[in-house]
């Protein structure tokens, strides 16, 4: 008889799921027309009803089926807010069908923690900026980023009427990454990918010491991790504290192959002791990650302490 899906691919499989029932309230909650949007700290720093019951669905959800895993989401809500309609039970059964890696097949309920953004690009979504929006759930045992689900509630949307919306990508180290078409940027060409609504003199320094042929500014952390695997940057790069765990654990698995780094070549940390903040910047590429790690100036890393 079949073994049983190891525990690993079944929380894969489960956050499937609960990501793509994130996207159907984002989705609703935007088409209902009111967003019921809250400051947390200031313009910048957003939180919608979209958030708070995203979140409140992915968290029940899975901690419903795996009560010993620590979840960590974004939003500050309370279980007992959960109705039964949040509740999203299913998974993904082509999840269940591949074979977990064997360095992750022996993984305890206790050992893992997810870490949630349940709606990446918030201030994006209030201002109609669909396709920067993504629903992250990383997934890290260790301390590192081992499996991740993206995903983009409004992919297609500009479609028109009768496209179908939103797809998700999932990938697990050791096995792949899955979902989308992996492309890269043209030879030679220098493209970074930055953040939109926070920028600031250190970002721009760290960029212009790149030479970029390009830059192009987006919304979320997500969004920049699929620009980098589908070709359309070659590197993300935030010299800024701002970005959280939540924002770079999922996209950090789904580039995994490659990896993801502070600002100084350090691997980031998501075990449930580490502050919340990455706070000595991200920086991602697919290719060359040597080529942009070694142009960093010192200033900027002298500021952006780990």
């Known amino acids: 008889s079949m073994a049983s899906p190891a525990l690993l691919m079944r929380v894969v499989a489960a956050a499937y799921s609960a990501a793509e029932k994130a996207a159907t309230i984002v989705r609703n909650v935007m088409a209902a027309g009111d967003l019921g949007i809250v400051e947390k700290t200031g313009a910048n720093d957003l939180q919608t009803k979209a958030d708070r019951l995203a979140q409140m669905s992915i ?9 010993m895993v620590t979840i960590i989401g974004e939003e500050e809500v309370t279980a ?11 998974h993904c059964e082509e999840i269940l069908k591949k074979t977990c890696p064997s360095q992750y097949t ?3 309920e206790e050992e893992l923690v997810i870490w949630v953004d349940p709606l990446d690009g918030t201030k994006e979504y209030t201002e109609g900026l ?15 980023a081992i499996a991740g689900v993206i995903n983009q509630p409004y992919y297609n949307y500009e479609a028109g009427a009768g496209a179908v919306l939103g797809r998700t990508i999932w990938g697990v180290l050791g096995l ?6 992996l492309r890269e940027v043209p030879g030679g060409k ?13 970002i721009n320094d760290c960029i212009s010491a790149l030479n970029p042929d390009r830059v192009i500014r987006v919304g979320g952390a997500g969004n920049k991790i699929i620009q980098l695997i589908e070709g359309k ?9 701002g970005c959280k765990k939540w924002d770079t654990c999922a996209p950090e698995a789904i580039l995994h192959a490659v990896g993801v780094t502070d600002i100084h070549g350090n691997s980031l940390q998501y075990n449930k002791e580490v502050k919340h903040m990455n706070s000595a910047g991200v920086l991602a590429t697919l290719r060359n990650y040597d080529y942009y790690a070694s142009r960093i ?7 952006l302490v780990p």
Do not use: M, W
Request: aromatic content about 8%; hydrophobic content about 40%.
């Open 59 to 67: 968290c029940a959800s899975l901690s419903r089926k795996f009560p």
């Open 130 to 144: 669909l396709d920067h929006v993504t629903v992250l759930i990383g997934i890290a045992y260790e301390g590192k």
């Open 176 to 181: 792949g990454a899955f979902g989308f078409q």
């Open 190 to 202: 220098h493209i970074i990918i930055t953040t939109r609504s926070h920028s600031s003199t250190l």
């Open 297 to 303: 100036p010192n200033t900027v890393k002298q500021s």
């Open 106 to 108: 022996g993984i305890k």
């Open 233 to 241: 940057a070659s590197a993300y790069v935030f010299a800024s504290p």
């Open 80 to 90: 007992d807010e959960v109705t039964e309609a949040l509740i999203e039970d299913g």
